[in-house]
């Protein structure tokens, strides 16, 4: 514990640190004329967690170093303290930006009506929704709604239909998938990580002879399942996310690359191999058609609510990928990321601006740089996280990002039905 003793003092610093006011304004990313911030509905990937898989799993039978693993002190799959403490920053630059918007008085303590908090039922979307509360509204009293000891389908990617006609959909499309980075893009990243790894030398090389790019890659679309990948790509999948992981929570980066000099350029290359595998389970119309209804409908709901200011709901990456495919969102950049479309502690953010007197909405992705994730800085308006704004197929925006209000309800409306109609089985008509 005694290497959290800086970042832990650092950030009781931060949080001592007065507002410093200043202009939020951007030209690249405020409307002309006059605009005001009415409400954000955000949703939210957890922060920092364990693999998913830890000791005596494909983890260690992959390489023949087991042992250089990192150490983690929680459960698999669970928020880690760097995870709750780089949320909880995450929550205190909210409270700094939507206090400069004039969204919020400080020190904001919300009536029942005005905030919204709502989380997957699993312990680190739980615990990242508390940190994060607790940055942004630190002497509040905030409710997390979960549905304790259920897997909530509005934040998982379950699939509640699997006939022969949405199978054969969901391969037909996927053979378009990997043309957004290509599984031809990846060689760099297995090179990198077998290297990594020393996987020839591993326990699972042994028993299957074949490298960690082997195919085919083949997903099984099964009902009441998430859509899988299995075999060698699954076991290259876990080794990508456990090697992300490790180098956000390993404070020394030779020891987060098995003592290996590995650049930053290749931590993206090893991350790009879990971002392509999981677009080709995730982000497919037909499939995201489904698996991101419930959250949609969710986000619809909070959006334009009465009385509401915030509202903020606590998925997965999966949740986010299935949110921005379902939607229509034009391919984007990250800048400051190893992980291209959901970053750790990344939040797709609803924004309701009266501009003109006229209601409009922007998307935009607000993520931790990896070196806020990594080094745990403050993150203020002078120092902040990543920003992406987002852009929408097929709709016209004022400024290129600000969208009407019909327009957006129309769009997720049409994208509930057609999950709808997909999971009846229903022959898809809806592909934007």
Known sequence: MKKWLIPAALFAASLLVSCHRRPFERAAERPDG????????????????TPLTLYGSVLDSITPHGDMWHDWSVPSGELTLKGAV?????????????????????????????????????????????????????AADIRIKYKPGILDVNFLPILWTSTDAFRAEAAREREDV???????????????????????????YKVHGEHLSAGPVEVFDEQGLEPRIKGVPRAALSASDALVLQFYEEQDPLKAAFGHEVSIED??????????????EFAVPVVCA???????????????????????LCGHDSTILSVLTALGVEPFELEDSIEKNTPIGSKLLFERWSVDGK????????YPRWRQLKELPPITLEDPPGSCVLNLKGLDAKDGAFYR????????????NAGKAASEGIAPGYLL
């Open 34 to 49: 006059g605009c005001r911030l009415e409400q954000v509905v955000v949703l939210s990937r957890h922060n920092i967690r």
């Open 359 to 366: 209601q409009r909405v922007r998307l935009r992705l607000v």
């Open 86 to 138: 780089s949320e909880t920053m995450m929550g205190q630059y909210f409270r700094l930006w939507l206090e400069d918007e004039g969204l919020i008085p400080v020190n904001w303590q919300p009536c029942r009506r005005e905030a919204f908090f709502y989380a997957n039922s699993l312990q680190r979307t739980v615990a990242t929704a508390r940190c994060f509360a607790s940055g942004m509204m630190p």
């Open 405 to 416: 209000l019909e327009d957006i309800r129309k769009r997720m409306k049409d994208a509930v």
């Open 267 to 280: 931590w993206k290359s090893i991350s790009d191999i879990k971002e392509v595998y999981m677009e080709h």
């Open 290 to 312: 489904v698996t991101g209804r419930g959250a949609i409908r969710t986000i619809s709901s909070e959006l334009g609510r009465k009385g509401r200011l915030f509202s903020f």
């Open 178 to 204: 990997p043309g957004k980075a290509g599984f031809d893009s990846l060689a760099r990243g297995f090179a990198v990580m077998e290297r990594i790894l020393d996987y020839e030398n591993s326990p699972y």
